[in-house]
């Protein structure tokens, strides 16, 4: 059976965006070269990539053009090819098509659908988007957590979870150290408890 895996970039205050919109490139943020090769090298590990619809079209904006562009470093170029050619379901009511080795999962039954992949899946599956990660934290299918964290308290902005509001016990897998302050936190979900 697979591990659904929400990788996500968040500040000490565990927010993932400051202004609406900033997809990930807000100034807080300390994304250098070691951090980069080391999100292209897990990334590379994933059995498949599952996206929500902004952050898939965040990333099929930029990424499936990196790989031949020549003004940029080759960690960047590498990760174009590892995103473009790594196996996708892009998870959209509103989608018909996507290109980029993905597929499209829709409709009322989405959830249901997503479990099915996971338990048919051998490995790692990667997370993408905070709307997305909630429903599968609220439907129990939500395995692993890995945070990289930068210190920055925002105070405001989009958090981790999109309206979730009922604790979670975690167990720390990993814990890593990289320059300029950031961490990463890699954590196995232990139960998601009703509130009260």
């Not at 170029?77 to 996507?98: D, F, Q």
């Amino acid at each position: 059976m697979g591990r659904f895996v929400y990788a996500m970039q968040v500040s000490l205050d565990l927010r993932i965006e400051q202004v609406p919109g900033d997809n990930g490139a807000g100034e807080w943020l300390r994304i250098h070269e070691e951090l980069h090769r080391e999100a292209n090298e897990r990334t590379r590990e994933l059995a498949l990539l599952v996206h929500g619809r902004v952050y898939y079209e965040v990333m099929e904006e930029f990424w499936p053009h990196a790989h031949a562009d020549a003004s940029l470093p080759d960690y960047l170029r590498e990760y174009g090819e590892i995103w473009t050619s790594k196996p996708k379901v892009l998870v959209s009511r509103t989608r018909r098509g996507a290109g980029h080795n993905t597929r499209i999962i829709g409709g009322d039954d989405a959830i249901e659908r997503l479990a099915a992949l996971r338990a048919e899946t051998d490995g790692a599956i990667g997370v993408g988007g905070a709307a997305l990660a909630t429903q599968l934290l609220r439907a129990g299918l939500l395995d692993e957590l890995l945070l990289f964290t930068h210190p920055s308290i925002l105070g405001f902005g989009r958090s981790l979870f999109d309206d979730y509001d009922r604790p979670v016990d975690l167990d720390l897998i990993e814990q890593r150290s990289f320059q300029q302050g950031v961490t990463l936190h890699h954590y196995a979900v232990v139960d998601a408890k009703e509130a009260g």
